[in-house]
């Protein structure tokens, strides 16, 4: 019998320590993430990590998968690309949230759409964290950021409730504080056929919380607690109660005919002559 | 003199914030952001004079851009790298509708992989774009050119990219004369090019054309460019008499009796003159216009004092011919009766221009290759 697979194998221990700020969530969920693959025991070498630009887009420097590390928003690309050229492979797509909602927004509507069978974890510390915290398209209404001293006017994106009208098969939302809800999500999604989303709302004391909550990373944390509830409280909130939070839990889970499936059907001929499962 | 002490990229900013814009459109990329977030700055205390937006990436900054010249604007944006290199389409969109948008692009290398260096790949790239291209190779300079910039590109109805190297210039600082706002914006005045899109005449831009209108047009913006040197010198004159300093196109350090030269832009030809008393025989030649290519300039600077030996220092490679410089060199002077022989000294991506590499560089007899020399860098 095989050797269980443990999160170590997933991990680059000797690329310690990490880039990431003390206090940014991103260590926490890149250990979810290697914890879920050791517990579906998907061997390291049929997962590919695609990423893009931004702090979360450094991930793939800790991980022993395949690691595509691409331009800035076009992780979902690469990794459209890599899942059809090897339907074989596990893709995930780790992006941050200028990553994923500005620059790459179109490759993740259609992504949802299209309903490729790719993992997407999204990083959401609610700025541009790597250029030095300017505003992104999650930024809360009126927070200040370094390009908007005096508070962004453009309202931020709901990455859970885009994902969900472009056709997500799966879609949940997290954050850094709640690690175990963190980690059965990533599984989940994972093992979903389809496109999956797991939005994890994440710290970053350097920039947001400094500008906009304090630069600590206990307040931080705290503050990721008071802004969001849970599925089964936020449905019993009336509406005004319900816009002062963001909603945490499983929000789609849904089996829609992902796109390779669909596609064959459409066409068995030319999946025969192509790689991986038609082999 | 008020003297400010400032990074490239601040003198950028400023140098926008005195001329005035109506709106700058942009998104953040190192080691460009700092400009950016000095405009955020500027609008949010109410200094800009204009509105300033982060928008969704930089095809959607330049397009932004475009659609506010259209209307009227004066417009500024800044990008580097992947940036710039992302916003191709609209570069070319906007010298063909002959929108005068001044845009920074600060130099920095283009991925894979995923690279920080400043190597002017970037912008050289971009050369056939129709943009006007000023390379600067201090923050004085970066703040002057950016001024000029609006100018130019207002008189002749084509773009400016103004650039300067990441980090040597975007993020060390120095002192910079930096004018009163009153001051420039009595000097520059307000745009000088009307709006095509406003209430009351229809307008319909951009559509359908055929053969003979698109050679007409080609021809009419390669004429209008061609002009860049005289406009360039003409502002400069004018800006001698007010902020008292000048730039010429193309400028030479030429050592009495010296036949060999450096030729270098963006801080590259910083560097090169710090060390020049210590390269004996060796003079420079500063290139900042590169497009248009100032090359009857050059021509008369290399006949005029029997330069026998041209060093170029390219901080980037065109894969398959070498420094786009030059290229450009060798094309240029191709027509004097005795030509320079050209070595090119090739330093793609971004290590320390030392006085060891020009030294190294100077020492090899005309007919050597400059590749792989002893730089103290290790090619793997």
């Known amino acids: 019998m095989a050797v269980k697979l443990s999160y170590r194998e997933y991990f680059k221990e000797d690329a310690l320590p990490l880039m990431w700020c003390s206090g940014c969530g991103n260590g926490i969920l890149l250990r979810a993430i290697t914890d879920s693959l050791a517990d579906l025991q998907i061997p390291p070498h049929q997962v590919v990590v695609s990423t893009g630009i931004g702090c979360w887009g450094k991930a793939d420097d800790y991980m022993k998968t395949h690691a595509f590390h691409g331009s800035h928003g076009r992780a979902l690309a690469f990794g459209t690309g890599i899942k059809l050229g090897n339907p074989d492979l596990h893709v995930i797509a780790l992006m941050g949230d200028g990553d994923a909602l500005a620059i790459g927004g179109n490759h993740f509507i259609h992504s949802a759409r299209r309903n490729i069978d790719i993992t997407a974890v999204v990083s959401n510390n609610f700025n541009y964290g790597m250029t030095g915290g300017q505003y992104s398209p999650t930024t809360p209404l009126s927070s200040k950021t370094t390009t908007s001293p005096i508070g962004v006017a453009e309202p931020a994106f709901d990455v859970c409730g885009l994902s969900e009208q472009c056709g997500a098969n799966y879609v949940a939302r997290t954050t850094a504080y709640h690690v175990t809800q963190m980690k059965r999500m990533i599984t989940a999604a994972i093992q979903k056929k389809g496109f999956s989303v797991v939005e994890v709302l994440n710290t970053c004391p350097t920039h947001f919380g400094r500008r906009n909550i304090a630069g600590d990373p206990v307040s931080v944390m705290q503050y990721l607690k008071d802004i969001t509830v849970n599925k089964s409280r936020y449905e019993k909130m009336d509406e005004e109660e319900k816009a002062k939070y963001l909603v945490t839990g499983e929000l789609v889970n849904k089996d829609r005919p992902d796109f390779l499936s669909v596609y064959r059907e459409l066409n068995p001929a030319a999946s025969e002559t192509g790689r991986g499962e038609s082999k | ?380």
């Open chain 2, 1 to 380: 003199m008020p003297y400010e002490l400032i990074s490239g990229c601040q003198a950028a900013a400023i140098a926008v914030q005195r001329a005035g814009v109506d709106l700058v459109a942009a998104y953040p990329i190192t080691p460009q952001t700092a400009i950016v977030e000095t405009l955020a700055n500027f609008e949010a205390k109410g200094e800009l004079g204009g509105e300033f937006v982060s928008v969704e990436s930089e095809y959607s900054a330049l397009s932004c851009c475009n659609g506010a010249v259209a209307a009227g604007a004066r417009v500024f944006t800044a990008t580097s790298s992947h940036g710039l290199a992302y916003m191709h389409e609209m570069i070319q969109w906007c010298s063909g509708a002959r929108f005068p948008i001044v845009m920074v692009n600060v130099n920095r290398a283009v991925g894979a992989p995923w690279v920080l260096d400043p190597d002017q790949g970037d912008s050289l790239s971009q050369r056939d774009t129709g943009w006007m291209q000023i390379y600067c190779a201090n923050a004085q300079e970066v703040f002057d050119t950016v001024l000029q910039a609006f100018m130019l590109s207002e008189e002749l109805l084509l773009p400016s990219l103004v650039v300067f190297d990441g980090f040597y210039i975007s993020h060390t600082y120095e002192p910079v004369d930096v004018p009163e706002v009153e001051k420039v914006r009595e000097f520059i005045g307000p745009p000088q090019f009307q709006a095509q899109v406003e209430p009351g005449v229809q307008a319909n831009l951009h559509g359908l054309s055929k053969g003979e209108t698109q050679l007409q047009l080609v021809r009419r913006r390669h004429e209008d460019m061609l002009r860049a040197p005289q406009v360039f010198t003409a502002i400069n004159e004018k800006f001698y008499r007010v902020f008292g300093r000048s730039y010429k196109t193309v400028d030479a350090t030429i050592p009495e009796g010296s036949k060999t030269a450096f030729l270098a832009a963006g801080s590259t030809a910083e560097t090169v003159k710090w060390f020049l008393p210590e390269l004996k025989g060796c003079g420079l030649i500063q290139l900042r216009m590169f497009r248009p290519f100032p090359g009857d300039e050059l021509g008369r600077i290399v006949e005029e004092q029997g330069l026998e030996r041209l060093i170029i220092v390219d901080r980037n490679c065109s894969t398959g011919t070498g420094g786009y410089f030059a290229q450009e060199v060798r094309a240029a002077l191709y027509g004097l009766t005795v030509r320079p022989v050209i070595q090119d000294l090739l330093l793609a991506g971004g290590i320390d221009l030392t006085k060891d590499i020009l030294a190294g560089a100077a020492e090899k007899s005309p007919g050597d290759k400059l590749v792989d020399q002893e730089w103290g860098v290790e090619l793997k």
